[in-house]
């Protein structure tokens, strides 16, 4: 059989129009995949969004992360030392194919980054934020269950957390502190309470 002859049953045969469509979609998905606006046209037409994009890098890649680091006001008024929240454990080879505790290191630099955008417009604002909502009631639990651990359940009246931002495991970079909190209660405050407050 040549060539030609099954190019012809290809497109002519039982099925042809649905070989033609994923052809069609195939070729469509690979074209949008090119950065130029030539090849985004079909996307920006493509209102129902069924051509897929698979770009796997972003256009400004991203070469830092964020490092949560906290420290704790005892009841006594005294400030602990700055301590980091372990995101990222040491790599194993499995890792390669599946990572999903890398999911929180991503998590704190989605909201780092959510917060620095708004810092400019004052500390209320951040306040206001989810992310920061979020990472404070994530640290309340990492220190309420440390202190359950340690059997200490009084020892902590507050604490504070900052974002630096890092280069990861380049070393020859220095960390950047970009954002500090003021001191929160270790208890948790209800949200209408603390909209009064103000």
Do not use: C
């Not at 493509?46 to 906290?70: C, G, K, M, Q």
């Not at 959510?114 to 009631?137: A, C, F, H, M, W």
Request: aromatic share 10%; hydrophobic share 40%.
């Amino acid at each position: 059989m040549t060539v030609t002859r099954l190019l012809k049953e290809a497109v002519r045969g039982p099925g042809a129009g649905w070989r033609i469509a994923g052809a069609a979609a195939l070729s469509l998905t690979v074209a949008a995949q090119h950065p130029g606006d030539l090849f985004g046209r079909a996307r920006r037409r493509d209102l129902l969004a069924t051509i897929p994009n698979w770009r796997f890098f972003a256009p400004d890649p991203s070469v830092h992360d964020y490092e949560l680091v906290y420290r704790t006001l005892s009841r006594q008024g005294e400030t602990s030392g700055w301590k980091q929240v372990p995101l990222v454990r040491n790599r194993r080879a499995h890792q390669m194919l599946w990572y999903p505790e890398r999911r929180a290191g991503k998590a704190v630099f989605d909201m780092g980054t959510e917060l620095l955008r708004v810092i400019d417009r004052g500390l209320t604002t951040v306040k206001d934020q989810p992310s920061y909502r979020v990472l404070t009631n994530f640290l309340r639990r990492e220190i309420q269950q440390g202190q359950r651990q340690g059997q200490d359940h009084d020892a902590v009246k507050g604490f504070q957390f900052a974002l630096v931002r890092s280069a990861g495991h380049d070393l020859d970079e220095r960390a950047e502190w970009q954002f500090i909190s003021p001191y929160t209660s270790i208890a948790p405050v209800a949200r209408g309470v603390a909209a009064q407050g103000r």
